[in-house]
């Protein structure tokens, strides 16, 4: 597999959910944040918990140019224009809802939706 690194805005939840499937898969992964918030949402951790993936430990970080260039593919999840672009790097954007203010329920059909990307990934 390929060396992933999963960027959105926060940290928070969608490329921290995004690394933690990524990495249950086998792969190598990291995740970073634009605009990196205090703390994870309480309901990504809950979901992840259900499918018996502990993400409670993590905390939101921003990227570096070494995460750009450490990586094989850079998926993006709402950044936009701030991810440096780095000549030989496989870019890919997935346009998927912040989890932020999302109910439980919301939150599991998020997580589907990254585990099916991950898996055409």
């Known amino acids: 597999m390929k060396k992933a690194l999963f960027v959105c805005i926060g940290n928070a939840g969608r490329s921290q ?4 499937l990524y990495e249950r898969r086998g792969g190598e992964a990291r ?3 634009s605009r990196p918030e205090q703390e994870l949402h309480t309901a990504v951790v809950e979901a ?4 018996g993936i502990d ?3 993590r905390r939101p970080k921003g990227f570096t140019d070494a995460d750009v260039q450490w ?3 850079v998926v993006t999840m709402g950044c936009g224009d701030v991810c440096p672009v780095f000549p030989g790097k496989t870019y890919v954007d997935w346009n ?5 203010g999302m ?3 919301e ?3 998020l997580r589907s939706d990254i585990e099916r990307r991950i898996d055409a990934l």
């Open 17 to 20: 959910m995004a690394q933690a």
């Open 31 to 33: 995740s970073a944040g």
């Open 48 to 51: 992840m918990e259900e499918i």
């Open 55 to 57: 993400i409670s430990d």
């Open 71 to 73: 990586a094989d593919v």
């Open 96 to 100: 998927l809802a912040d989890p932020v």
């Open 103 to 105: 109910c439980l329920e």
């Open 107 to 109: 939150v599991r059909e």
